[in-house]
């Protein structure tokens, strides 16, 4: 009799258990498929792009097919693509976790999680994705906004980071050096000439200082710099008086196919950065230390300059032909 009572009680707790699985989230998990697609929407219908962390938010735009952020500078084009593809591309396997417990435990509840990715277009949300712990190499814990259905999938913070900084284009500044037709250095012009057509291209000043040579490979060397010239943030479009930029350490300026451009660098008062503003955007860019000091270095006159060397011709000795002529008579 005892016997028969304790497997009834059995069955009725496994029973009462099974409903709460099922009104909990085991519906979900049962419907779920292994390998299936995470994520499912057009990427080429997506232009609006947001990544939200603890205290900072990416908010990305597509204005005329290019990705900018919310104030209008030029997006990372690639970073922005190579997400959207990931996204596209992620699937799932069986879920690990239901409960609101599991959503707090894998950082992927709605007030406690490592990032949110969301894409619009227009003002349809068309995914929506928290990501949350790591859960191996290259994988985190993440969850559809619409469900409290947790998976592992290929995918990691680093991919969908938070700092604005990281979406940025740094190679706005850069321009290619087959463009740029003139340079100046304080009172030094240079501009650059082909001697021939099938000559490569050299600098000239129509006025050199006196005693002075043009050192064609002191100038390549020292405008190198500037054909890969990445920022590190932008520091805003108004000017700081800790900024140094009232005494620059340096200013040039080129002219290249379609305009002018000039740089001034000024050594911020604290740490070892720069700060870069060019002639042609509204923006105050900080440059790291280690690669403006070399470009001081090597955009100094002293760098561009040589000294002209006097070849000295020693004089022939006067001769006296006709005296000459009397002696060698004698003998």
Known sequence: ?????????????????????????????????????????????????SVQGVDTKVELKKVDGQWQSADGFPANQSKVSGLLDKLAELKHGLP?????????????AIDDYESRVQLKQGDDVLADLYLGSGAGARQSHVRRQADNVVYTTAIGVYDAPTDPAEWLDKTVLQLDEKIVSAVELAELKLEKVSKSKDSAPVWQAAVLPEGKLLNQAG??????????????????????????????????????????REYLFGKMAEGDDFVLKVSDRDEYFRVAGYSVKPMVEKNAMEA?????????????PVVDQEAADKVEAIH
């Open 219 to 260: 100038v390549n060397e020292g405008l190198q710099p500037l054909w890969n010239l990445q920022f590190a943030e932008v520091l805003g479009k108004e000017a700081q008086a800790d900024y140094g930029l009232d005494a620059p350490v340096l200013t040039l300026k080129l002219t290249y196919d379609g305009g002018e």
């Open 304 to 316: 561009w300059l040589l000294a002209e060397v006097v070849e000295e011709v020693e004089a022939e």
């Open 96 to 108: 690990v976790g239901v409960s609101e417990d599991a959503l707090t435990r894998f950082k992927v």
């Open 1 to 49: 009799m005892k016997t028969g009572i304790i497997l009834l009680a059995v069955l009725l707790v496994a029973q009462i258990v099974l409903s709460f699985v099922t009104h909990s989230g085991g519906t979900q998990v049962a419907e779920q498929s292994v390998n299936g697609v995470l994520l499912s929407f057009d990427k080429t219908k997506v232009d609006q792009l």
